[in-house]
């Protein structure tokens, strides 16, 4: 998936990634989701937001995490 969809500006959201012509980060959709929010509920909340760009949020997730060492937080999976 190509993340055009994603931005990452100092001037924004202090550099957090957000979604493209929109303060959404790509960190809220995230913890949206884990915290058991459908999709559909997100669209509604977020009326700027559409299914692609939450697909991008997770995509641009994923390949991060694959190109970083990831360090355990403590306490997970305790």
Same mark, same amino acid.
């Given at each position: 998936m190509d993340n055009d969809l994603i931005v990452i500006d100092p001037k924004i959201m202090m550099g957090k990634p957000v979604i493209k012509g929109t303060r *959404? #980060?790509? $960190? *809220? *959709? /995230? $913890?949206? /989701? =884990? &915290?058991g929010e459908s999709e559909d509920q997100i !669209? @509604? $909340?977020?009326?700027?937001? #559409?299914? %692609?760009a939450i697909h991008a949020a997770?995509?641009? @997730?994923?390949?991060? !995490?694959? =190109? %970083?060492?990831?360090?355990?937080?403590? &306490?997970a999976g305790d």
């Open positions: *959404i #980060t790509v $960190e *809220i *959709i /995230l $913890e949206k /989701l =884990a &915290g !669209l @509604a $909340e977020h009326p700027r937001l #559409t299914r %692609d997770l995509d641009f @997730a994923a390949k991060t !995490l694959k =190109a %970083d060492v990831v360090h355990p937080v403590s &306490g």
